[in-house]
């Protein structure tokens, strides 16, 4: 990797709370310097109350080319944007920010297109299939909204606030084909159940769901992106279920997201051939 930075360099950031287990930096840079870009990607670790103060800052950077934003921002974020992709109009919320010469900022969100992508290349695909998701939050909406849009035969999706998982789920079945509604976390007879919460990121977090209801042979998604099995998948495969971690999804949103951005870019080991984005 080229260590040097310029007077041209452009920045790229990933804004977010926390950012300990990021991976995307790594991604970017190590990008940069395969396509010779002079650009560097830098995390910005912004806690809740300080999101608008960041903002203010940040627009005041000639040389931003682009933020990926992960939780808690990607909901909030939608204020401080100049125009929505579709995608994000969509789900209402975004996780990345494209910066443009002329100032203004475009938000998209790519969780969902990702995450489905990640399951194609893992072989987990939820076309026809009845699918649980657990988490309507900014990553969960857009999933849900991919997952139904990708052929699922049922899509129950449950949250915390249950107002929000209603809301969700009418938005979904108005918008595709799916048979979306809401529902408790109950995981039994569901052929793929995906979790879009932070449960799972910190050892003392409970249970997203009740691995002792899942049927074997289920496959459990798992969005967390851990150096290790989170206590779910750990569960989830003693039950005999299929497991996926949040790399796959990581890795997909990534070709999306860097091609919002105007970078081509695809994982080690995939093949254009694998579902990729049309």
């Given at each position: 990797m080229d260590p040097y930075i310029t007077g041209k360099t452009r920045l790229y950031g990933l804004v977010g709370d926390p950012l300990t287990a990021a991976k995307s930096p790594q991604l970017l840079n190590q990008?940069?310097?395969?396509?010779?870009?002079?650009?560097?990607?830098?995390?910005?670790?912004?806690?809740?109350?300080?999101?608008?103060?960041?903002?203010?800052?940040?627009?005041?950077?000639?040389?931003?080319?682009?933020?990926?934003?992960?939780?808690?921002?990607?909901?909030?974020?939608?204020?401080?944007?100049?125009?929505?992709?579709?995608?994000?109009?969509?789900?209402?919320?975004?996780?990345?920010?494209?910066?443009?010469?002329?100032?203004?900022?475009?938000?998209?969100?790519?969780?969902?297109?990702?995450?489905?992508?990640?399951?194609?290349?893992?072989?987990?695909?939820?076309?026809?299939k009845s699918v649980l998701l657990v988490g309507a939050g900014g990553a969960g909406s857009a999933i849900a909204f991919a997952v139904a849009s990708a052929g699922a035969s049922k899509l129950t999706i449950s949250d915390a606030n249950e107002l929000r998982a209603g809301d969700l789920a009418t938005s979904v079945a108005a918008e595709t084909s799916c048979d979306a509604r809401s529902g408790p976390p109950d995981p039994r007879g569901f052929d793929v159940v995906i979790n879009a919460t932070p449960l799972g990121m910190k050892v003392d977090d409970a249970m997203p769901i009740d691995p002792e209801r899942l049927a074997p042979g289920a496959i459990v998604v798992d969005i967390i992106n851990a150096s290790e099995p989170t206590p779910?998948?750990?569960?989830?495969?003693?039950?005999?279920?299929?497991?996926?971690?949040?790399?796959?999804m990581h890795q997909g949103q990534a070709v999306y997201a860097l091609k919002f951005l105007g970078f081509d870019y695809l994982p080690d080991g995939r093949s254009a051939q694998d579902h990729g984005p049309r």
């Open positions: 990008l940069f310097a395969e396509q010779r870009v002079d650009a560097a990607c830098v995390p910005f670790w912004v806690k809740a109350e300080n999101l608008s103060a960041f903002v203010t800052g940040a627009r005041a950077m000639g040389n931003l080319s682009g933020m990926l934003v992960t939780m808690p921002h990607k909901q909030r974020m939608l204020e401080f944007v100049d125009e929505l992709h579709p995608t994000a109009r969509q789900v209402g919320a975004l996780n990345v920010i494209r910066c443009e010469a002329d100032g203004r900022w475009v938000g998209a969100i790519f969780d969902g297109v990702g995450c489905v992508l990640g399951m194609q290349w893992e072989g987990n695909h939820p076309a026809n779910l998948r750990r569960a989830a495969q003693a039950r005999g279920c299929r497991t996926q971690d949040g790399g796959p």
